[in-house]
T-cell receptor, first 111, second 114 residues
Framework: KNEVEQSPQNLTAQEGEFITINCSYSVGISALHWLQQHPGGGIVSLFM???GKKKHGRLIATINIQEKHSSLHITASHPRDSAVYIC?????????????FGRGTQLTVWP | DVKVTQSSRYLVKRTGEKVFLECVQD?????MFWYRQDPGLGLRLIYF???????EKGDIPEGYSVSREKKERFSLILESASTNQTSMYLC?????????????FGPGTRLTVT
């Protein structure tokens, strides 16, 4: 069983739609990350959360520690948002920085 | 800016060859990681290192070994490449810090074993 579960696995949207990607985890964590991977492979960090909510432009990430759940929202989606979005968690007390990853959500936004 | 570089973007090798994948980071990070990424399976940890000459097995170490002789460089070695090791390989690094655990990723190496 994977410690981190993401849904949906694939998501298709029309430009302008509101997008939500969900992440549930089963372990105690010190931080949760949302990562973005564009075609070609490079992975960049979008957010690191330990509580509450963060916003960056059209992207919003929330986390509910009690329910062990996080969501990534994209408002007014655009074709350039097409990418794989990955949820990852860092175990509580880990100094080694090891992350546990969800399997990713492939988002395609059509014009 | 943190920079993590990998020696090749694309690599084609034959079954049985010894393959070296190199990763270099320029931010004096203690921790370095090697992952493979396959469709539907996500990122899986092969090995990680938390100091020079130190290494720990990840979730899928079979068929791989690693070397960390210098702090900035972490090498992944496929002793005898097999077709089931065809994959995208990603290196990452992070500082040993409870507060700032962010990992920085390299661009990836897409390895094909024929």
């Amino acid at each position: 069983k994977n410690e981190v579960e993401q849904s949906p696995q694939n998501l298709t949207a029309q430009e302008g739609e509101f997008i939500t990607i969900n992440c549930s985890y089963s372990v105690g964590i010190s931080a949760l990350h949302w990562l973005q991977q564009h075609p070609g492979g490079g992975i960049v960090s979008l957010f690191m959360l330990s509580s509450g909510k963060k916003k960056h432009g059209r992207l919003i990430a929330t986390i509910n520690i009690q329910e062990k759940h996080s969501s990534l929202h994209i408002t007014a989606s655009h074709p350039r948002d097409s990418a794989v979005y990955i949820c990852a968690v860092r175990g509580r007390g880990s100094t080694l920085g090891r992350l546990y990853f969800g399997r990713g959500t492939q988002l395609t936004v059509w014009p | 800016d943190v920079k993590v570089t990998q020696s090749s973007r694309y690599l084609v090798k034959r079954t049985g060859e010894k393959v070296f994948l190199e990763c270099v980071q320029d931010m004096d990070h203690e921790n370095m990681f090697w992952y493979r990424q396959d469709p539907g399976l996500g990122l899986r940890l092969i090995y990680f290192s938390y100091d020079v000459k130190m290494k720990e097995k990840g979730d899928i170490p079979e068929g791989y070994s690693v070397s960390r002789e210098k702090k900035e460089r972490f090498s992944l070695i496929l002793e005898s490449a097999s077709t089931n090791q065809t994959s995208m390989y990603l290196c990452a690094s992070s500082i040993r810090d409870r507060v700032r655990p962010e990992q920085y990723f390299g661009p990836g190496t897409r390895l094909t074993v024929t």
